[in-house]
């Protein structure tokens, strides 16, 4: 009945790997959202989605590319992981123009 | 783009009142929240201000001036279970992307 479901909670792995993240929401928001916790725990957005389309793209190396294959989906897709990428990833969603969001549990990755 | 200032941490007694202060600067304004984020966990919302005034909610309550760049969240009867990291974001023009403060970590007493 998770509202906001994101997959692996952690994710261990070597530098250079690539990995993905999925998030799935069920509460019939429009817009989802990736965001990176970084250990000084500052929240920023990386990516945001509107009915599957690329609304927000923050300068975020192009190894991070998102995929939203429907509303109520967006993964995150990470190539050639580096040191520097270990952080929370928290997937979140809202209706686009108003209301809170609802974010997922996390992903914790840390990258060896 | 978007300057949010709050106070890095905060302490308080359990039963008491705490203000936590969140000032910002933004070149659009589409509302001002408040979410709670217990060590480990994800952030929830707790409040949303986007009118001038108070907004209340149980032990909690936001207030808002957007003419000072300004809001407060009021938590009264501090429980223990209060401690937690308290983020202010702010949503601008752009299609319901907000942008977070750094947080204020508060830690209830005894």
């Known amino acids: 009945d998770t509202a906001v479901s994101q997959t692996p909670k952690y994710l261990v792995t070597q530098m250079g790997n690539d990995k993905s993240i999925k998030c799935e929401q069920n509460?019939?928001?429009?817009?989802m959202y990736w965001y990176k916790q970084d250990s000084k725990k500052f929240l920023k957005i990386m990516f945001s989605y509107n009915n599957k389309e690329l609304i927000i793209n923050e300068t975020v190396p192009n190894r991070f590319s998102p995929k939203s294959p429907d509303k109520a989906h967006l993964n995150l897709h990470i190539n050639s992981l580096e040191l520097g990428d270990s952080a929370v990833y928290f997937c979140?969603?809202?209706?686009?123009?108003?209301?809170?969001?609802?974010f997922g549990s996390g992903t914790r990755l840390t990258v060896v | 783009g978007q300057n949010i200032d709050q106070p890095t941490e905060m302490t308080a007694t359990e039963g008491a009142i705490v203000q936590i202060n969140c000032t910002y600067q933004t070149s659009g304004f589409n509302g001002l929240f408040w979410y709670q984020q217990h060590a480990g966990e994800a952030p929830t919302f707790l409040s949303y201000n986007v009118l001038d005034g108070l907004e209340e909610k149980g032990r909690f309550s936001s207030f808002l001036s957007r003419s000072k760049g300004y809001s407060y969240l009021l938590l009264k009867e501090l429980q223990m279970k209060d401690s937690a990291s308290y983020l202010c974001a702010v949503r601008g023009p752009n299609a319901g992307k907000s942008t977070f403060g750094d947080g204020t970590t508060l830690t209830v007493k005894p």
């Open positions: 979140a969603s809202s209706q686009a123009d108003r209301g809170g969001y609802t």
């Open positions: 509460l019939g928001h429009d817009t």
